[in-house]
C-alpha cells in the first residue's frame, strides 16, 4: 500500500512538473519599446520626441498577437511625442488605450530587468538622435536581451540606439549584419543634415553594417540574425510584423 502511494505521489510530481515546464514554455516573454526624452532639435528650437506612429504600428501588431509591452526612455516619466495625428486611426487607437498610461509613466533603464524581455524595440522620433547612441544602460539592457536569445528591433532613427551596442565577443552588434535606417537623402530632405549630432547611415556604416536602403519614404525592413531595422515612418508597421514573425519561429 504503501509503495502504491509512492508510486501515486512520484507520477503526479512528475505530471505536475512536466505541466509547469509547459505552461512555463507558453509563456510569452514581454517586449520592451524604448522612446526618447529629448523633446529639441539642436538649436532651432523645434519640438520633436518620439514618433507616434512609430510606436502605435508596432505596438498594434504585437498587442493583438497578446504580446505585454512595457516602455522604457532615458529619463523615464512622460516622454515628449511628436508626430501626433489621430486621424491616422491606429494612433488614436493607441492614445485611448491602457498602455498610453504606461507609456507615460514609462521605466527608467535602471528599473529594467533584461530577462523578462524577448525584444527590445527602439522607436524613432529626430530626439533619439540626442540620447540614444550614448545610454549605456540601454545599451547594456540590449545587449544583454540579444545575448539571451532575443531580437533586437529598431526603426527610422530608432537605430541610434544599436550604433554602440557591443557584444561579449567585443564586436559591435551592427558589424556585418543587414542594417537599414533613416537614409541620408532623407535628412537631406528634412533640412536636418547640420542639425542632427550625426548621419545615422554613416556611423552604421563606421560600425560595421551592411546598410541597405531604398528610395525616400518607401518601406523597407530587413531581418539580420535576430536584428530587425526599418528604415522609416512607413516602416514602422512592417517592423511589427518581421519582429511577429521571428518571435514566431
Same mark, same amino acid.
Given at each position: ?5 509512492? !508510486? ?6 512528475? /505530471?505536475?512538473?512536466? $505541466?509547469?515546464?509547459? @505552461?512555463?514554455?507558453?509563456? @510569452? ?7 526618447? $526624452? =529629448?523633446?529639441? %532639435? &539642436? ?9 507616434? &506612429?512609430?510606436?502605435? =504600428?508596432?505596438?498594434?501588431?504585437? =498587442? %493583438?498577437? +497578446? ?5 522604457? $526612455?532615458? %529619463? *523615464? &516619466?512622460?516622454?515628449?511625442?511628436? #508626430?501626433?495625428? !489621430? ?13 498610453? $498610461? ?21 522607436? *524613432? #522620433?529626430? &530626439? ?11 545599451? @547594456? ?7 539571451? +536569445? ?22 559591435? !552588434?551592427?558589424? /556585418? ?35 541597405? %536602403?531604398? *528610395?525616400?519614404?518607401?518601406? =523597407? ?8 531595422? +526599418? ?8 517592423? *511589427?510584423?518581421?519582429? !511577429?514573425?521571428?518571435?514566431? @519561429?
Amino acid at each position: 500500500m504503501k509503495k502504491l502511494a509512492l !508510486l501515486i505521489l512520484a507520477l503526479f510530481t512528475v /505530471g505536475f512538473i512536466q $505541466s509547469q515546464t509547459k @505552461k512555463s514554455k507558453n509563456m @510569452k516573454k514581454k517586449i520592451l519599446f524604448v522612446v526618447t $526624452s =529629448h523633446d529639441k %532639435k &539642436g538649436d532651432t528650437g523645434e519640438e520633436t520626441g518620439y514618433y507616434l &506612429g512609430e510606436v502605435s =504600428h508596432p505596438w498594434e501588431v504585437l =498587442h %493583438k498577437a +497578446g504580446y505585454e509591452i512595457d516602455f522604457v $526612455s532615458p %529619463k *523615464g &516619466g512622460t516622454p515628449p511625442v511628436d #508626430g501626433f495625428d !489621430l486621424n491616422d486611426s491606429v494612433n488614436k487607437k493607441f492614445w485611448e488605450s491602457k498602455d498610453k $498610461s504606461k507609456i507615460d509613466q514609462s521605466l527608467q533603464p535602471s528599473q529594467v530587468n533584461p530577462n523578462a524581455y524577448s525584444t527590445i524595440f527602439y522607436a *524613432g #522620433g529626430h &530626439g533619439a538622435m540626442w540620447d540614444f547612441a550614448d545610454n549605456t544602460e540601454l545599451s @547594456k539592457i540590449a545587449s544583454k536581451i540579444y545575448e539571451n +536569445g532575443g531580437i533586437v528591433a529598431a526603426v527610422c532613427h530608432g537605430p541610434a540606439g544599436l550604433v554602440n551596442i557591443k557584444l561579449n565577443n567585443g564586436k559591435y !552588434l551592427v558589424d /556585418g549584419k543587414k542594417i537599414n535606417a533613416f537614409t541620408n537623402e532623407e535628412e537631406a530632405e528634412v533640412k536636418l543634415t547640420n542639425v542632427v549630432p550625426f548621419l545615422l547611415e554613416d556611423k552604421l556604416k563606421e560600425r560595421g553594417a551592411k546598410f541597405e %536602403k531604398s *528610395g525616400l519614404w518607401e518601406n =523597407h525592413v530587413v531581418t539580420d540574425q535576430r536584428v530587425i531595422t +526599418g528604415q522609416n515612418p512607413q516602416s514602422a508597421k512592417s517592423v *511589427g510584423e518581421a519582429i !511577429l514573425k521571428e518571435l514566431n @519561429k
